[in-house]
């Protein structure tokens, strides 16, 4: 299909059935969009955030609007160690016995800045939650996703991702990684396994982080997360089964 386009892409209404799905940073912004619109298409969601009452407030609108009881995963990525993995994973299968879907959404910006500035501390920490949380949870979650008949893994990437831009620093070099983590993966189960590895660049996107990264522009200048889901959906559903080690954007 050369000439498809993922921005134009009309889901079916039932896309979804009977698929779980776990969204990273699902308790806000582009995240929380993201679950919504999942369950809305009839996923199951395990909403994985740090912050309880906004994972409440998610979980609540999915039921409210209908969609599948969906579960919640308070973990925060940047102390979590071994145990809240293996935790996760443990009751992952226990509930439903493997994992449709990935989508690894949860990040920080951390310090705008020039490299030469940048917070040793600082760094680690947006280069941990942003990259090495996503590569830890991938390989502990790697036997549940093995277990679905068409699973697919979701990266989130972003311009600075793609070329590097003054003053992004650890953002930046975090998201070259995850673009690297995602390709990597791809390479390793192209033949083998039914599972499917790519990256998605949502743009500039009415969020918290938006906001705190840009302050002087108006918020009316970018599209809300629920106007960029068409990407995302066609990524996680079955029409894109055999697309693996792309780099997608939503605008
Ligand atoms: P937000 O800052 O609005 O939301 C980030 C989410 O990640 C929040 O739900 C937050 O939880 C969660 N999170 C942050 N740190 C942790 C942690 N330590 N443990 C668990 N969860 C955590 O960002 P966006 O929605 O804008 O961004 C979503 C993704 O899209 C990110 O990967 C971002 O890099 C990417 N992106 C966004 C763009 C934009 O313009 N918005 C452009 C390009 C890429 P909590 O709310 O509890 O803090």
């Avoid at 008949?149 to 990266?155: E, G, L, Q």
């Avoid at 070329?163 to 620093?169: D, E, F, I, Q, V």
């Avoid at 983590?181 to 660049?201: G, M, S």
């Avoid at 840009?214 to 629920?226: C, D, G, H, V």
């Amino acid at each position: 299909m050369p000439d498809f386009d993922p921005r134009l892409y009309q889901p079916a209404r039932q896309l979804l059935a009977g698929r779980v799905i776990l969204v990273t940073g699902a308790g806000s912004g582009i995240g929380a969009a993201a679950a919504r619109a999942f369950a809305a298409h009839g996923a199951t969601l395990i909403l994985l955030g740090r912050t309880t009452r906004k994972l409440e407030a998610v979980h609540d609108e999915i039921l409210a609007a209908g969609g599948p009881q969906p579960a919640i995963a308070v973990i925060d990525l940047a102390r979590a160690q071994g145990p809240a993995y293996f935790d996760l994973a443990a009751q992952l299968r226990a509930n439903y016995g493997r994992l449709d879907g990935l989508l690894h959404n949860a990040a920080i910006l951390g310090e705008r800045t020039p490299i030469e500035h940048n917070d040793v501390g600082a760094w680690q920490q947006v280069l941990h939650v942003n990259l090495t949380a996503a590569f830890v949870l991938t390989r502990e979650l790697m036997p549940l996703l093995r277990a679905s008949a068409d699973a697919s893994v979701i990266f989130t990437s972003s311009g600075v991702g793609r070329r590097g831009r003054a003053y992004w620093g650890a953002y930046a070099v975090s998201k070259f990684g995850i673009e690297g983590l995602a390709q990597v993966l791809a390479d390793e189960t192209r033949d083998a396994t039914r599972i499917r590895f790519n990256c998605i660049n949502p743009g500039g996107t009415r969020t918290a982080m938006r906001r705190s990264a840009y302050p002087a522009e108006l918020p009316e200048a970018r599209p809300e997360p629920a106007a960029i889901m068409a990407p995302y959906l066609y990524l996680m559903g079955p029409d894109s089964t055999g697309v693996t080690g792309q780099s997608i954007d939503c605008q």
